[in-house]
T-cell receptor, first 117, second 115 residues
C-alpha cells in the first residue's frame, strides 16, 4: 500500500514553456502533499506544503507565482512551473501523507526530471 | 536550530560486509525519525521509522536502526550488504504529533558496494 504516482517522469521543453507535474496517491487519501526539489548529488529541498482545499504554504525563497500548486482533491496535487527557464531544470519529487496528526510517514513519488532548453 | 547531519558523504563497503550509516539530529521537539533510500533517478523509499517504543527498529531489506537519545543519533545498520544496496541514503527527522508533518532531510550518504 501507500503508492504515490508522479507524472511525467521526464520532461524536456523550451524556455518560456509552462510545465505541469502531477502527484497522485493511488491507494490512500492524502490530506497533505509536499513538493521537493533536488539538485544533483544534493538532498531534498522542501518547496511547499500542499493541503487539500486550501492554499499551499511555500518555503522561504520559493516563488509562489513561479511554482503554482493546486491540491484540488485528496488524491491529486499538481505543481506547475510557469514560464520555465534553464535554471528551473531539476529533479522534482512529491510526497503524500495519509492524514495529519497521525504520525504517518511521507510516501514519495518517483520524481520528475525537468530539463529546460 | 533543527538539523540533521549525515557526516559521511560517500561510503564504500565490500559485498557481504556489515554497514553502519551515521545520522545525528538536533531537534527541539520529540523527534520522529526516518531513513529513506533513493536509487539513481528515482524517488525515495521508506526503509524504517521510529517515534516510540523499542529503540531498535527493523525495516525492510534487512536494515535496522537504533535510536540513542543521549547521543541524538539514529544510525542505520545492515549485517551483510548486497550489491543491490548501492544507493543514496537519507536520514530525516520530523516533529512528533505535529500538524505540519514537515520533515528535515540530511544531506545524504552515497553507498557504493565493492564486488
Amino acid at each position: 500500500g501507500a503508492v504515490v504516482s508522479q507524472h511525467p517522469s521526464r520532461v524536456i521543453c523550451k524556455s518560456g514553456t509552462s510545465v505541469k507535474i502531477e502527484c497522485r496517491s493511488l491507494d490512500f487519501q492524502a490530506t497533505t502533499m509536499f513538493w521537493y526539489r533536488q539538485f544533483p548529488k544534493q538532498s531534498l529541498m522542501l518547496m511547499a506544503t500542499s493541503n487539500e482545499g486550501s492554499k499551499a504554504t511555500y518555503e522561504q525563497g520559493v516563488e509562489k507565482d513561479k511554482f503554482l500548486i493546486n491540491h484540488a482533491s485528496l488524491t491529486l496535487s499538481t505543481l506547475t512551473v510557469t514560464s520555465a527557464h534553464p535554471e528551473d531544470s531539476s529533479f522534482y519529487i512529491c510526497s503524500a501523507v495519509r492524514t495529519v496528526n497521525s504520525n504517518q510517514p511521507q510516501h514519495f513519488g518517483d520524481g520528475t526530471r525537468l530539463s529546460i532548453l | 536550530a533543527q538539523s540533521v547531519t549525515q557526516p559521511d558523504i560517500h561510503i564504500t563497503v565490500s559485498e557481504g560486509a556489515s554497514l553502519e550509516l551515521r545520522c545525528n539530529y538536533s531537534y527541539g521537539a520529540t523527534p520522529y525519525l526516518f531513513w529513506y533510500v533513493q536509487s539513481p533517478g528515482q524517488g525515495l523509499q521508506l526503509l524504517l521509522k521510529y517515534f516510540s517504543g523499542d529503540t531498535l527498529v527493523q525495516g525492510i531489506k534487512g536494515f535496522e536502526a537504533e535510536f540513542k537519545r543521549s547521543q541524538s543519533s539514529f544510525n542505520l545498520r545492515k549485517p551483510s550488504v548486497h550489491w543491490s544496496d548501492a544507493a543514496e541514503y537519507f536520514c530525516a527527522v520530523g516533529a512528533l504529533y505535529s500538524s505540519a508533518s514537515k520533515i528535515i532531510f540530511g544531506s545524504g550518504t552515497r553507498l557504493s558496494i565493492r564486488p
